[in-house]
C-alpha cells in the first residue's frame, strides 16, 4: 500500500513512517501544502494521512483536491484540535475517517486498515489469518469456520489484533481502541485484562491456536509465527 | 434600599429641619406682626384720647377709656426723645379667664402746659395660643410636600435613572464571549455617560484579555499534542525493539504517565471548549435512544464487574443537547457508576420526562458530594481515575440550564439531572423518588 503522509513535524512523520514501514507499507512523507499538491500531481497513493494545522495553511483546502483527482484514495485526517468542527468538515469534505493526536500508532494502522478495507474491498470484508477469520460487516468471526460466540468488545479487539499482528499492544493502547478518549481511565487494565482473557478462551476453545501472548510489562501481542 | 427610597428620605428629613426653622421664623413673625399693629392701634388710640383731653368735655364712659389710664405728671418726669413705648408681658386675662400677653401702650401729651401719661393696654394671643395654629399649617405643608416629593420623587427618578438601567442591563446580558462589544445607549447625565464610557473601555478589554487567553490556550493544547504524539509513537517503537524486561517495566510506566498527560489533557480542553460554548444544540436529541444504546455498549463491562442493572426508561425523550455532548454525559455518568461501585453492586437508571437519575452501590464518598463536580477531586483518592469526569457532566448540565444533584444516601451514590427548566434537581429525586431498599431486595 502506498501512503503519503503530510505531517509538518518530522518526527511524528517519521514515527508513522517507520510504524507503516515495517507493515511494508511504502510510505512517502511532506511537510506543506505546497510539497503535498506536487506530490499529487505526479503520483498515486492509496492513502493519505493529513495533518490539518500546516504550515502554508489548512490541510481541509486539500481535501478538494484530493477528492476531484484521487477519488480512490483513502483519506485520514490526524488534527492536534480535538474541534467538532474540524471533524463534521473534515468528514463532510470526504475525508474517510479522523484520528487526534496524540494517538497509538497501532491505532493509525487500525484506522486505516478499517478505512482501506470498507473503500477498497468492496462487500467482502473479511479478515483472514490461518484459521481465523472475521466478517467485519456482520461482525462474526470464525474459526475453521465455526462461528464463535463473542461480545462486541471481543470482536473489536480481535480485529485490533490481526490487523497489528506481531506487535507488542500496550494496554493504554488497547484501552483507547475499545473505549475511546473521554472516559476518564474508565477503561482501567482489569477490563484490557479479562477481555484478553476471555478472547484467548474462547478462540482456544473453538479450536484456534493461542497466538495471544503477555508481553512482559507492556501489554500483548498476536503472534503469528506461533507453532503449535 | 433604592436610589429613589434613600433620595425621598434624604429630602424628608432637610424638609423637616427646614420646616422646624421655618415654623419659628413663622410664630416670631406673626407675634411681633401682631405686636405691632396692636402697637400701632393703640397709638392711635392715645392720640384719640389725647385729642378728647384738649377738646374738654366729659368722656368718662366712652368706649375709648374703657382700657385707658389718663395720668398728669410733672414735667421732669416726661421722657426726652420718644413720645410713646410699648412693655409686653403674660398676665391674667379676666375676660377670657387665660393668661394672655397683656400689650401696653404709653404716650405722653403735653395739653396746654400739663404734662399727661396716656396708657392703654390690650390682650394679644400668647406664644401658646398661637402654637398650634403654626403647628397645625405646618403640618398639612409637610404632608403635602411629602406626598409630592415620593411622586415626583418616582416619577422623575425613573425619568432620570432610566439610562442607567438601560445600562444595567446591557452589563447584565453581557457575557465574555460575546463577539462584538456592549452596546450603550446614548444620555445626557454627564455621570452616567461617564460611567457608560468606563464600562465600554473595560468590557472591551475584559473580551480582548479573555481571547488571548483562550488563544493561548487553544495553541498551547495544540502545540502540547503533537510533542505528546511524538512520544507516544517513539515509545509504540521502542515497545518492539529488542528489550531487557526492566526495560519493559519502565517503558510501560511511562506509557502509564502520558496516558494520564493525555486524557487530562484532552478533558481539559474539552472543558475550555465547552465552556466557550462550542458545543451548542442543533435540534433536540432522542435521549431515550442514547440512554438505551450508552447502557448497552457498557454492558460488558457491568458483566465484568458482577453488577445489576435495574433501568426504567421511558420512550422518546428529547432534551435540547448537542448529541456528541449527549453521547459524552452518558458516558462519563455510566462510567461512573461501573468504576466506583464494588462487586456484585447495583446500578439504577431511570429516565422520565422530567430529569435522568442514576444510582449506584459504592463506598461512601470521604468528601461532600458537592465538592466531587470540582476538577480533580476525587471521592477516594486512592482511585486511578483524574477526577474530572463529572466536572465535565456539570459543565454540560449548566451550559444547557440543567440543574444537577449528587447525593449518597442508604450506601447509594445518587445522582439527579432535572431537564425542565426551572426545576431543581433535589426536587426531581424527591418527585422520582427512587425506591433504593426496594432495588437492593429485588431478586434478579
Known sequence: MKVLIIEDNQELARNIRDFLGREGYICASCETLEEAKEKLSLFKYDCILLDIGLPDGNGIGLLNLIRTEHKDSNVLIISAKNALDDKIIGLEKGADDYITKPFHLAELHARIRAVYRRKNLGGASIVEFNEISLNTDMFEARINGTLLDMTPKEFDLLLYFLVNKNRVLSRQAIAAHLWGDYTDNLANFDFVYQHVKNLRRKISSAGGMDYISTVYGLGYKFNSHKQE | ?444
Open chain 2, 1 to 444: 434600599m433604592r436610589l429613589t427610597t434613600k433620595f425621598t428620605l434624604w429630602y424628608f428629613g432637610i424638609m423637616l429641619v427646614v420646616l422646624l426653622i421655618g415654623g419659628a421664623i413663622v410664630y416670631y413673625e406673626i407675634q411681633w406682626k401682631i405686636s405691632r399693629v396692636e402697637v400701632a392701634r393703640h397709638e392711635r388710640l392715645n392720640d384719640i384720647i389725647a385729642q378728647q383731653i384738649r377738646d374738654g368735655g366729659d368722656y368718662s364712659g366712652h368706649p375709648t377709656r374703657r382700657r385707658a389710664t389718663i395720668t398728669r405728671i410733672p414735667a421732669d418726669s416726661v421722657p426726652r426723645g420718644i413720645s410713646s413705648y410699648y412693655t409686653r408681658g403674660v398676665e391674667w386675662n379676666p375676660e377670657f379667664q387665660g393668661r394672655e400677653y397683656r400689650l401696653v401702650v404709653t404716650s405722653f401729651y403735653t395739653i396746654g402746659d400739663v404734662h399727661y401719661r396716656v396708657s392703654t393696654y390690650s390682650f394679644i394671643p400668647s406664644f401658646y395660643q398661637l402654637l398650634p395654629g403654626v403647628l397645625d399649617s405646618f403640618k398639612w405643608i409637610l404632608l403635602l410636600l411629602l406626598v409630592l416629593v415620593v411622586i415626583s420623587g418616582g416619577l422623575i427618578s425613573k425619568y432620570i435613572l432610566a439610562p442607567f438601567k438601560r445600562t444595567l442591563r446591557v452589563i447584565q446580558s453581557f457575557e465574555l464571549k460575546q463577539k462584538d462589544g456592549i452596546r450603550l445607549p446614548g444620555t445626557s447625565t454627564s455621570e452616567f455617560r461617564e460611567l457608560n464610557e468606563f464600562l465600554l473601555k473595560m468590557t472591551d478589554k475584559v473580551r480582548e484579555d479573555y481571547r488571548s487567553l483562550k488563544e493561548f490556550t487553544e495553541n498551547a493544547s495544540h502545540e502540547l499534542q503533537t510533542p505528546t504524539a511524538i512520544i507516544r509513537g517513539k515509545l509504540d517503537l521502542l515497545m518492539e525493539s529488542d528489550i531487557r524486561d526492566e526495560q519493559a517495566v519502565l517503558i510501560a510506566e511511562m506509557q502509564n504517565a502520558l496516558e494520564r498527560l493525555s486524557r487530562i489533557h484532552s478533558s481539559l480542553t474539552l472543558l475550555t471548549k465547552l465552556e466557550n460554548q462550542e458545543y451548542a444544540a442543533e435540534e433536540p436529541v432522542n435521549f431515550s435512544r442514547l440512554v438505551r444504546e450508552g447502557l448497552a455498549s457498557f454492558h460488558e463491562l457491568m458483566q465484568m464487574k458482577v453488577l445489576r442493572l435495574v433501568a426504567e426508561i421511558e420512550d422518546k425523550i428529547y432534551i435540547p443537547l448537542h448529541a456528541s455532548l449527549a453521547d459524552l454525559l452518558l458516558t462519563n455518568l455510566v462510567s461512573n457508576a461501573i468504576r466506583h461501585n464494588e462487586g456484585a453492586g447495583i446500578i439504577f437508571v431511570r429516565l422520565r420526562r422530567e430529569g435522568l437519575v442514576i444510582a449506584n452501590t459504592g463506598r461512601e464518598p470521604q468528601v461532600p458530594t458537592e465538592e466531587l463536580f470540582e476538577r480533580f477531586k476525587k471521592g477516594n483518592p486512592g482511585s486511578d481515575s483524574i477526577g474530572i469526569g463529572l466536572a465535565i457532566v456539570r459543565q454540560i448540565c449548566d451550559m444547557s440550564y440543567f440543574d444537577i444533584i449528587y447525593e449518597y444516601r442508604q450506601g447509594f451514590h445518587i445522582l439527579g439531572i432535572s431537564f425542565l427548566p426551572r426545576q431543581a434537581a433535589s426536587k426531581l429525586l424527591q418527585n422520582l423518588s427512587v425506591p433504593l431498599q426496594k432495588i437492593r431486595q429485588e431478586p434478579e
